[in-house]
């Protein structure tokens, strides 16, 4: 465990999804030459607009001032709303070591018991090919090499995204780290945990996913707002790895027969129509 | 197959559909043989349960003869007869290991439907929402069975399809509300609401031994039955409940109380129940609901069973009386797995006879018809069994 909480520390500062707004709002996140044309234009502004004396002079003056105090503390809360920054490095990966980098991204944690044994557990995650069994949103996932993998995922609007990854830290029988590689089309780095819960209850299976999804945060705002948020994606998945170790099968109702195909009056009758049974 | 489709209140047809098909190893395919409507399946024909889509499936009451059987089922094979519990579970996890079924953990697909309103999701269910899993259900000519391994209990040649079809819902329903209530020699057992459920509340009761069981409604033919079944009727339009209660324990109160009612009682809205209940509640009348009237009848220190169904928030709860009488409630959905074979050998014994309370017998096709009959208990509708 504590090896893993180095190694998220190493991808980027772990940054919640919510209340960190006063933490964020000492960040730098405007570059140095942008910062310098933000403090004159805004100064320029304000000037201008005190001079008109008008209720729309006196707003320009407001504006003004924000642009001043924005270059002045290099923070811009519209870039942090949208996840995005000008500053050096900021939109950029400093480091080949690096994923996510530190102030970016959106962190998930999420945890489920399962009614087997730690070991078991991580023997099948560890064989990354049976992730698309439980996670739905995964095409396909394929062994590159010793510890790297090529993932592909469906997108929203039909489209799907790929990326590849690699292991870069793993306990045999407790935690599995990976990240992604340079040229991924979504940057995230993760790990997933298996601890022995109390009681013979089986495991306690956390997975803590940290992504800087495109568009920023105001991207996974929207996209949770059509429900298609990696949260309660993570939820969803953990719950279907959990039957499928617990049962040996995923619950479905994908296929079943209703009323809904009345119109169509597809494929009727196969069994009713052989009598007798 | 002919099939018992939702298209939205009071709107259910029988349509011709898709048959069903396996789709997981651990699911059997079952030819129906019987089917019952249950009061809760009322909740769904009057448009009060969410979730629901046009062309579902209705019915959670089945048996039928296993015609085909996933790859993983080795307990059942086709030509078994069996029943089918309404809640399906996996038997595996922290839940159903504990006899807990109908929490179970695994058998939903749409668990996170659930975790948004109650926190955390119980079994899914046959034919009762998306909320509950979205399963297609048995007021069909066949269904698909999930947990084949799991649920069903295979019936002994000899006995009648009526005799054993309510231990898919309403004799285990009665049967538990009856044994959460820890019958002690010489209790007294309120039951309000007579239809099925309470009918078979006061049959377990006495099964389990109670004293004496108390039997409250307003329909006389369900009074009559449950008359029949030993109780001591109170018609509670023509009697104060607390008062007949009192007189009966000698001021003390039943030792426990089962509300076999619950939230949607004689078929009227929840708005209206709502609205009704706000007035009653300022007008401080003699008619209050059910369970607010169990709380104020109990003992001190007396359970309150709930076999009834509630689906959402209540109001005015008698909170206060519950904590300073120290009451105890039990409540939830079934466990049928957990009773099914227990009560499948009182049958066999012949120390109950469960098809007692069938009162109309009818074709799946008159599906839509028996539910008008039912919800609006025309010719003393107590049960209706449907013959595909």
Same mark, same amino acid.
């Given at each position: 465990?504590?090896?893993?909480?180095?190694?998220?520390?190493?991808?980027?500062?772990?940054?919640?999804?919510?209340?960190?707004?006063?933490?964020?709002?000492?960040?730098?996140?405007? #570059?140095?030459?942008?910062?310098? *044309?933000? /403090?004159?234009? %805004?100064? &320029? !502004?304000?000037?201008? +607009?005190? =001079?008109? #004396?008008?209720?729309?002079?006196? *707003?320009? /003056?407001?504006? %003004?001032? &924000? !642009?001043?105090?924005? +270059?002045? =503390?290099?923070?811009?809360?519209?870039?942090? *709303?949208?996840?995005?920054?000008?500053?050096?490095?900021?939109?950029?990966?400093?480091?080949?070591?690096?994923?996510?980098?530190?102030?970016?991204?959106?962190?998930?944690?999420?945890?489920?018991?399962?009614?087997?044994?730690?070991?078991?557990?991580?023997?099948?995650?560890?064989?990354?090919?049976?992730?698309?069994?439980?996670?739905?949103?995964?095409?396909?996932?394929?062994?590159?090499?010793?510890?790297?993998?090529?993932?592909?995922?469906?997108?929203?609007?039909?489209?799907?995204?790929?990326?590849?990854?690699?292991?870069?830290?793993?306990?045999?029988?407790?935690?599995?780290?990976?990240?992604?590689?340079?040229?991924?089309?979504?940057?995230?780095?993760?790990?997933?945990?298996?601890?022995?819960?109390?009681?013979?209850?089986?495991?306690?299976?956390?997975?803590?996913?940290?992504?800087?999804?495109?568009?920023?945060?105001?991207?996974?705002?929207?996209?949770?707002?059509?429900?298609?948020?990696?949260?309660?994606?993570?939820?969803?998945?953990?719950?279907?790895?959990?039957?499928?170790?617990?049962?040996?099968?995923?619950?479905?109702?994908?296929?079943?027969?209703?009323?809904?195909?009345?119109?169509?009056?597809?494929?009727?009758?196969?069994?009713?129509?052989?009598?007798?049974? | 197959?002919?099939?018992?489709?939702?298209?939205?209140?009071?709107?259910?047809?029988?349509?011709?559909?898709?048959?069903?098909?396996?789709?997981?190893?651990?699911?059997?395919?079952?030819?129906?043989?019987?089917?019952?409507?249950?009061?809760?399946?009322?909740?769904?024909?009057?448009?009060?349960?969410?979730?629901?889509?046009?062309?579902?499936?209705?019915?959670?009451?089945?048996?039928?003869?296993?015609?085909?059987?996933?790859?993983?089922?080795?307990?059942?094979?086709?030509?078994?007869?069996?029943?089918?519990?309404?809640?399906?579970?996996?038997?595996?996890?922290?839940?159903?290991?504990?006899?807990?079924?109908?929490?179970?953990?695994?058998?939903?697909?749409?668990?996170?439907?659930?975790?948004?309103?109650?926190?955390?999701?119980?079994?899914?269910?046959?034919?009762?929402?998306?909320?509950?899993?979205?399963?297609?259900?048995?007021?069909?000519?066949?269904?698909?069975?999930?947990?084949?391994?799991?649920?069903?209990?295979?019936?002994?040649?000899?006995?009648?399809?009526?005799?054993?079809?309510?231990?898919?819902?309403?004799?285990?329903?009665?049967?538990?509300?009856?044994?959460?209530?820890?019958?002690?020699?010489?209790?007294?057992?309120?039951?309000?609401?007579?239809?099925?459920?309470?009918?078979?509340?006061?049959?377990?009761?006495?099964?389990?031994?109670?004293?004496?069981?108390?039997?409250?409604?307003?329909?006389?033919?369900?009074?009559?039955?449950?008359?029949?079944?030993?109780?001591?009727?109170?018609?509670?339009?023509?009697?104060?409940?607390?008062?007949?209660?009192?007189?009966?324990?000698?001021?003390?109160?039943?030792?426990?109380?089962?509300?076999?009612?619950?939230?949607?009682?004689?078929?009227?809205?929840?708005?209206?129940?709502?609205?009704?209940?706000?007035?009653?509640?300022?007008?401080?009348?003699?008619?209050?609901?059910?369970?607010?009237?169990?709380?104020?009848?109990?003992?001190?220190?007396?359970?309150?069973?709930?076999?009834?169904?509630?689906?959402?928030?209540?109001?005015?709860?008698?909170?206060?009386?519950?904590?300073?009488?120290?009451?105890?409630?039990?409540?939830?959905?079934?466990?049928?797995?957990?009773?099914?074979?227990?009560?499948?050998?009182?049958?066999?014994?012949?120390?109950?006879?469960?098809?007692?309370?069938?009162?109309?017998?009818?074709?799946?096709?008159?599906?839509?018809?028996?539910?008008?009959?039912?919800?609006?208990?025309?010719?003393?509708?107590?049960?209706?069994?449907?013959?595909?």
């Amino acid at each position: 465990m504590a090896a893993n909480e180095e190694a998220l520390t190493n991808v980027g500062q772990a940054t919640e999804e919510t209340g960190e707004g006063t933490r964020m709002g000492a960040t730098v996140n405007v #570059g140095q030459a942008e910062r310098w *044309a933000s /403090a004159i234009g %805004g100064g &320029a !502004l304000a000037l201008y +607009g005190l =001079t008109r #004396g008008s209720l729309g002079g006196i *707003a320009l /003056a407001l504006v %003004g001032a &924000a !642009l001043v105090q924005r +270059g002045a =503390t290099g923070h811009c809360n519209l870039y942090d *709303a949208m996840g995005y920054s000008s500053a050096e490095g900021g939109g950029l990966r400093n480091s080949e070591n690096v994923s996510v980098p530190a102030g970016r991204g959106i962190k998930v944690e999420k945890s489920v018991t399962i009614n087997r044994p730690p070991g078991e557990l991580y023997r099948f995650w560890r064989n990354f090919e049976n992730l698309p069994r439980f996670m739905n949103h995964l095409e396909s996932v394929r062994v590159t090499g010793e510890g790297r993998s090529h993932w592909v995922a469906k997108a929203p609007a039909g489209r799907s995204v790929e990326w590849d990854a690699e292991i870069y830290n793993e306990k045999e029988g407790e935690m599995i780290a990976w990240r992604t590689l340079e040229g991924a089309d979504v940057d995230s780095a993760g790990s997933v945990h298996f601890e022995q819960a109390a009681g013979g209850r089986g495991t306690f299976v956390r997975v803590v996913l940290k992504y800087d999804p495109p568009g920023g945060k105001l991207g996974a705002l929207v996209a949770r707002l059509f429900g298609e948020s990696p949260e309660q994606q993570i939820v969803e998945d953990l719950g279907r790895f959990k039957q499928l170790m617990e049962t040996g099968e995923v619950a479905t109702t994908e296929g079943q027969t209703s009323g809904r195909s009345v119109a169509t009056k597809e494929q009727t009758s196969g069994r009713s129509a052989s009598a007798g049974r | 197959m002919k099939a018992l489709c939702w298209y939205g209140k009071t709107d259910v047809r029988v349509e011709d559909v898709p048959d069903p098909k396996i789709l997981n190893p651990r699911d059997a395919v079952v030819r129906i043989t019987r089917t019952a409507i249950c009061g809760s399946d009322l909740h769904l024909y009057d448009g009060f349960i969410p979730t629901m889509q046009k062309g579902d499936i209705l019915g959670h009451e089945f048996m039928g003869e296993v015609v085909e059987t996933g790859a993983s089922v080795t307990n059942l094979k086709v030509g078994d007869r069996v029943v089918v519990p309404f809640p399906i579970a996996c038997g595996e996890c922290f839940f159903c290991r504990r006899g807990l079924f109908s929490a179970c953990d695994n058998s939903n697909p749409n668990a996170w439907m659930q975790e948004k309103l109650y926190g955390f999701s119980g079994a899914g269910l046959f034919g009762y929402s998306h909320m509950m899993g979205g399963y297609a259900g048995g007021q069909a000519e066949y269904a698909r069975v999930p947990f084949a391994d799991v649920g069903p209990v295979k019936i002994p040649d000899g006995l009648d399809d009526e005799k054993v079809l309510f231990l898919s819902d309403i004799f285990p329903t009665g049967y538990m509300a009856a044994e959460n209530c820890q019958i002690q020699p010489g209790d007294t057992v309120a039951v309000w609401g007579c239809g099925p459920v309470g009918l078979f509340a006061i049959k377990s009761a006495f099964l389990l031994g109670a004293e004496r069981v108390v039997a409250i409604d307003r329909f006389p033919e369900r009074l009559r039955l449950a008359a029949e079944s030993g109780a001591i009727t109170i018609n509670y339009t023509e009697a104060d409940v607390y008062d007949e209660l009192t007189a009966l324990t000698g001021g003390i109160g039943p030792d426990s109380c089962i509300d076999a009612v619950g939230l949607e009682a004689h078929g009227t809205s929840i708005g209206a129940i709502y609205d009704k209940v706000k007035t009653l509640m300022f007008l401080a009348t003699d008619r209050s609901t059910a369970l607010r009237e169990a709380i104020l009848c109990c003992r001190k220190g007396g359970t309150v069973s709930i076999p009834g169904v509630y689906g959402g928030l209540l109001d005015k709860f008698p909170f206060g009386a519950a904590f300073d009488k120290g009451l105890t409630f039990k409540m939830g959905q079934t466990h049928v797995q957990r009773y099914l074979r227990p009560l499948l050998e009182h049958v066999v014994r012949g120390e109950i006879d469960p098809s007692f309370l069938i009162t109309h017998r009818m074709r799946l096709e008159d599906a839509p018809e028996a539910y008008k009959i039912f919800r609006d208990k025309q010719d003393d509708c107590i049960k209706v069994v449907l013959k595909p």
